[in-house]
């Protein structure tokens, strides 16, 4: 591309692919260097230092290592922007790669993070036991702030606790797989189910269940000719038909919390989207789970919102960014093998805007600095190149290398950033405290009492 339009940007030399990977590493470190944090925020005489969101999530293994990443999001979100947040809205705090995670390792790592930023606001996670566990022992150590759980995993949970004992399930399932098989090198091939991946299935079942829905009405019935296209597509339907029940079933119960998701994601929790949603799942019956589960995940998340300060604007309640931020990683340059540090070494340039500053920035950082952060670095395509031609070359060294995994954590600034504090209890209800919405009475906006509350 720098070749084609190199006369009109007045391009004298064009930069190899080597000179693009060393200046956004060099921006992915000037982008955690730099950072500068947000404004304080006051939770009623209770100074939070970090005004933001955090979302946390690790990575699925990517060869040595896992990622864990702490991406921010402010808090008024919505009250600044229309729509759901992207990348372009979100800085990455800080970033780490270790072999495994576990609640009390999440939970150190937040704790370094937190003595140099102050805590978040908020907390935005997916519901991993590890996760959970992570923020409980932060809130035990006296760095507790609220936590706020992801919609797209309580939905795929709420699913999957109704649906997969579910005497139909398994066959149905079994139907669609072999239907893509006889789909396949056919003149019907556009037919096959899109791919639901096994480890997180429900999480995207709903598109097999509708595609189910979709292919059967191009079965009408009645007899056909039988060279016709139409019983070709019976033939390789199988035992598909037999599962039209389940599948409307399915349906009633994940097409009001698809929508309600879809609402939240783009306008935030609030009392306006909190009715929104209870009024679609009027569709679901009072007495199932789904149903039941959906509105009190969203009642007691409310709380959360209202504590915030966000029980009007909306608080935000989806970490689908940080997934998008992992599957960014892998797709851009990560070599032969996924290699989890130099793919985490990336993620925070595809974060925030890219402006002037954002050059400053990466100019601001030495080939020495560079050098010294990736030489300390497990690399797996080093180990490639050097290992696999030499049959031989075999080392204990390499149990030695295995453990060196990439931390990036913020620069500590010597600027006091409490000085700097917004009250955002104006937004409430002042007599008494914030008011409970549900219940009509004030409560005070204590963690440890929230978290009493929750757990009751």
Not at 120 to 132: E, Q, V, W
Not at 366 to 379: A, D, F, G, M, W
Not at 391 to 398: F, H, M, N, W
Request: glycine fraction near 6%.
């Amino acid at each position: 591309m720098f070749g084609i339009l190199q006369a009109y940007l007045g391009i004298t030399k064009i930069p190899c692919p080597q000179t693009i990977i060393n200046w956004v590493t060099r921006y992915s470190l000037s982008k955690i260097w730099n950072y500068k944090g947000l404004s304080s925020v006051s939770f009623d005489m209770d100074k939070i230092v970090n005004g933001a969101i955090w979302m946390i999530d690790t990575s699925i293994a990517l060869g040595a290592g896992k990622i864990l990443a702490i991406l921010e999001l402010r808090t008024d979100h919505f009250k600044n922007h229309e729509g759901a947040p992207t990348l372009e809205n979100i800085n990455c705090v800080a970033i780490s790669v270790a072999k495994s995670w576990t609640g009390e390792s999440i939970a150190n790592f937040l704790q370094k993070v937190i003595l140099i930023t102050g805590k978040p606001a908020a907390y935005l996670k997916d519901g991993g036991m590890d996760l959970m566990k992570g923020v409980r022992l932060l809130n035990e150590r006296g760095f507790s702030s609220f936590s706020i759980d992801d919609i797209s995993h309580v939905v795929a949970n709420l699913l999957k606790k109704e649906y997969t004992k579910h005497p139909s399930y398994d066959c149905f399932i079994s139907a669609c797989g072999q239907a893509s098989k006889k789909f396949k090198q056919t003149v019907l091939a556009f037919f096959a189910p899109p791919k639901v991946s096994t480890k997180a299935r429900f999480m995207n079942i709903h598109r097999m269940v509708k595609w189910a829905e979709m292919v059967l009405k191009h079965s009408p019935r009645g007899r056909v000719s039988k060279d016709s296209v139409v019983s070709k597509l019976r033939n390789y339907l199988g035992k598909l038909p037999e599962y039209k029940q389940f599948i409307k079933r399915f349906l009633r119960d994940a097409s009001p919390l698809l929508k309600s998701q879809e609402i939240l994601k783009a306008q935030g929790l609030n009392m306006k989207t909190y009715k929104e949603c209870k009024e679609l799942l009027k569709n679901i019956p009072q007495s199932s789970q789904v149903r039941i589960g959906f509105i009190t995940w969203m009642e007691k998340q409310l709380i959360v919102a209202e504590s915030l300060g966000m029980g009007n604007t909306g608080m935000p309640i989806c970490s689908d960014n940080i997934e998008s931020l992992f599957g960014l990683g892998k797709t851009h340059g990560t070599g032969e093998v996924k290699d989890a540090n130099r793919i985490a070494l990336r993620l925070p340039a595809f974060c925030g805007s890219v402006n002037r500053e954002s050059v400053r920035m990466a100019m601001g950082v030495t080939v020495k600095e560079q050098q010294e952060v990736e030489n300390k670095l497990l690399s797996l395509t080093r180990q490639r190149r050097k290992i696999l031609p030499t049959p031989g070359s075999l080392t204990d060294s390499l149990s030695t290398e295995f453990d060196c995994g990439l931390t990036l954590l913020p620069v500590p600034k010597n600027d006091e950033k409490s000085k700097d504090v917004t009250d955002i209890t104006a937004n409430f209800e002042q007599l008494g405290g914030p008011v409970n919405k549900f219940t009509k009475q004030p409560y005070a906006l204590n963690n440890a009492e929230y978290n009493n509350r929750a757990a009751a």
